[in-house]
């Protein structure tokens, strides 16, 4: 019999950002830059995400970096220098939009040693999670929703209590680039997971893909340490969660809100162009640039 995790603190307060990528497909703009600090109009990706966990009710922000990323640090954190120039120039809402940033939520950092995959920036974290249910969250995964989708994901661990996975459909020709479950729906929206194959070549087990947002229970962290290399010498998060399955449950929830693959090309642009139309002070001119394209 599959067990929950009865008798272990049960408030999700952590979220782990893996950050530890090259971003090679977004070079030459990532060769100095994280791709994590490109930004959605005038926000650096990841900050979309880190303002969705804290919306979720996430106290602590674990980002898993690696080298060349300071640039994300010195983003969270004070800035006195900036600070002290926005107060003499009379730049009030600046300054306060700046003071914001990095009294978001507490920032804990950590490096990834060497580039073995999303499984192993996460178990880089075991330490710093401890013995409790966490969050991932992946930054190339922008979610627009009325109800961030991290807490949409929390109630669910609420209620089920073991871990969750975010999925939505895709067309089948894009179910090799991503975790693919095969599941059985329990309720609306909500899927016990059977089974999960990262990056299926062929013979997909459903168009249910996994999007970048999890809750985990801590016994992740053993089935990290047990999970082989695939074949690129990588560890996968999704071979970590099949080993999990054999012992525990797992649930996917099919999100409500439009999700952009931001670590895309044309992903990005999409992004960036509905995040423009939502915008109160660019949306008109942008509409009208639009119309005159005439494309
Ligand atoms: C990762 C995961 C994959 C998941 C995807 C979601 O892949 O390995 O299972 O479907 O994120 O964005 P990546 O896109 O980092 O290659």
Not at 93 to 121: C, W
Not at 180 to 191: G, S
């Amino acid at each position: 019999m599959k067990g929950h995790i009865i008798g272990t603190a049960m408030k999700i307060r952590k979220a782990v950002f893996p950050a530890a990528g090259f971003g090679t497909r977004f070079l030459p703009a990532t060769k100095a830059i994280p791709k994590e600090m490109l930004p959605l109009i005038d926000k650096p990706l990841i900050q979309y995400v880190v303002e969705e966990a804290k919306l979720s009710g996430l106290e602590e922000i674990i980002i898993v970096t690696g080298m060349g990323k300071t640039a994300i640090e010195d983003h969270f954190d004070t800035s006195f220098e900036l600070e002290l120039l926005l107060k003499e120039k009379g730049m009030k809402d600046t300054l306060n939009m700046i003071e914001e940033i990095s009294s978001l939520v507490h920032f804990a950092y950590t490096r990834q040693k060497k580039p073995k995959g999303l499984g192993d920036a996460i178990l880089c974290t075991k330490n710093l999670v401890g013995k409790e249910p966490f969050a991932v969250l992946l930054g190339d995964d922008i979610i627009d929703s009325r109800v961030p989708a991290m807490k949409q994901m929390i109630r669910i661990f609420d209620g089920y209590k073991s871990s969750v996975l975010a999925v939505q459909e895709v067309p089948e020709n894009q179910t090799h680039l991503y975790g693919i479950i095969k599941a059985k729906k329990i309720a609306p929206r909500v899927y016990e997971v059977l089974d999960l194959v990262e990056k299926p070549k062929k013979n997909p087990p459903s168009n249910l893909a996994i999007i970048g947002r999890y809750l985990l229970i801590p016994e992740i962290f053993n089935a990290l340490e047990t999970t082989r290399p695939d074949k690129g010498g990588e560890i996968q998060l999704t071979d970590a969660i099949k080993l999990l399955s054999k012992k525990h449950r797992i649930y996917a929830y099919e999100f409500e809100g439009e999700r952009y693959d931001a670590g895309d090309k044309l992903g990005f642009l999409k992004a960036n162009v509905s995040f423009a139309l939502k915008r109160p002070d660019i949306r008109q001119g942008f509409k009208k640039f639009l119309n005159e394209l005439k494309i």
